[in-house]
């Protein structure tokens, strides 16, 4: 029995040491792109040696950052990390290497990293040199924090969040477009939040147009995490005075155009510090219906080619009824506010209505929450 409780007090031990690393590893989300946010963390006899996330911009990787910290006395300690140590000579020497030789005598791993460069080597070359290595715990947080390096590795495109914020009777806006507030001060700091987490954040030109957002982080000391704003923008129609063209310089404006795009605009743009992307027109299938219009998953293709891993889309209606009829969408942020709108305002999906997620076979919840006065449900796809 004496031995049963000690190996329960460990397995205690080890969930507790995991769960660090993977809160340390998300200080970096937002912030590591192309590279995953990892979290790291050293224990000999139940005492925390070194605590490493991966850097701003992705270098050091965590694991390197918290054997620096522990020193010498790394040796035949164990390490927990929230993804498998890199066994390729990448811009730095592989960690499994320095693993090594630091003396780590256990490996606690999350999950397997899928980056082919790795892909197991990692996990190998430790047990090859006689550290005990263990894969496995809390494995679906890991894959979670590190969903847009997943996707990007294994379908070139970004981790896709969808976020909406409809009223009481599913609308986004009043008629004719006219803003209203959905939602109150809680549900802001929290998109906020979502948003210095995200590579980028993207929005369709109509959004632009109706709301004039700026679609920057603001709360007080994360004002510097703001992400890429980029603009679906087909036809280059963007206001020179708006926001988002204003803060280019400040904060990266990228404005996906359609091929066809009047050249003179894209040259005007650019010198008022935005950055053109040109992508492929395809009609979108909506609702079953062929729409002229940018070609979605090129536009993601193209979005991660040019490094963004974890995306945030923000409207508008049009925008995300083509992510969800395409099946583009990985997670939906519905944040429902107490505001009630009427039956002519817009309704948060052109042409699906909003139980195409609500209700439907597609989509299971993960997460609810209240937030002040609004709740917020978080779906992932079945
Ligand atoms: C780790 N620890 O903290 C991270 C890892 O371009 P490089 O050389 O920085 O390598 C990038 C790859 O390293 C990345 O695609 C992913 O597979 C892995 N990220 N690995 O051991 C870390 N961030
Ligand atoms: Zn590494």
Redesign the pocket.
């Known amino acids: 029995r004496v031995e049963k409780a000690g190996k329960a007090a460990a397995a205690a031990a080890d969930l507790r040491f995991m769960q660090l690393a993977l809160t340390l590893?998300r200080r970096?989300l937002g912030r590591?792109a192309?590279?995953?946010?990892?979290?790291?963390v050293i224990v000999k006899d139940g005492v925390i040696l070194g605590r490493?996330?991966?850097e701003v911009g992705?270098?050091?990787?965590?694991?390197?950052?918290a054997l620096a910290r522990a020193g010498e006395a790394a040796r035949g300690a164990t390490l927990y990390?929230t993804?498998?140590?890199?066994?390729?000579?990448?811009?730095?020497p592989?960690?499994?290497d320095a693993v090594i030789a630091a003396g780590i005598t256990r490996v606690v791993s999350a999950i397997e990293?899928?980056?082919p460069?790795?892909a197991g080597q990692?996990h190998d070359k430790l047990r090859a040199a006689g550290i005990a290595v263990d894969v496995g715990l809390c494995a679906a947080e890991a894959a979670r924090d590190h969903a847009g390096?997943f996707r990007?590795?294994r379908d070139r495109r970004p981790h896709v969040v969808l976020k909406l914020a409809v009223s009481t009777d599913d609308k986004i806006a009043r008629a004719g477009h006219k803003p209203v507030a959905i939602t109150g001060e809680e549900t802001r700091a929290r998109v906020h939040l979502l948003r210095a987490q995200s590579d980028a954040i993207l929005v369709g030109i109509g959004t632009v147009l109706a709301d004039d957002p700026e679609l920057t982080v603001r709360l007080p000391g994360m004002e510097k995490q703001s992400p890429i704003r980029v603009v679906l923008d087909p036809s280059l129609r963007i206001p020179g005075g708006s926001k988002l063209v204003h803060s280019a310089r400040q904060t990266p404006l990228w404005l996906i155009a359609s091929e066809v795009a009047e050249a003179a605009a894209a040259t005007r743009l650019g010198a008022a510090g935005a950055h053109v992307i040109h992508v492929a027109d395809r009609p979108s299938i909506t609702d079953g219906q062929s729409r002229p219009g940018l070609d979605l998953a090129a536009v993601l293709a193209a979005l991660s080619e040019k490094g963004v891993t974890r995306l945030l889309v923000e409207g508008g209606a049009r925008v995300a009824s083509a992510l969800v009829s395409e099946n583009l969408a990985d997670e939906i942020w519905l944040l429902r506010g107490e505001t009630t709108i009427g039956a002519d305002g817009v309704d948060a999906l052109d042409r699906l209505p909003l139980t195409t997620i609500t209700q439907s076979s597609g989509w299971r919840v993960r997460d609810s929450e209240r937030l002040g006065p609004d709740t917020l449900t978080i779906y992932d796809p079945t």
């Open positions: 590893g970096g590591t192309t590279n995953p946010a990892v979290g790291a490493g996330w991966t992705g270098r050091p990787h965590a694991e390197v950052e990390v993804l498998e140590p890199c066994s390729h000579v990448g811009r730095s592989p960690c499994a990293d899928p980056n460069l790795v990692g390096h990007r590795v």
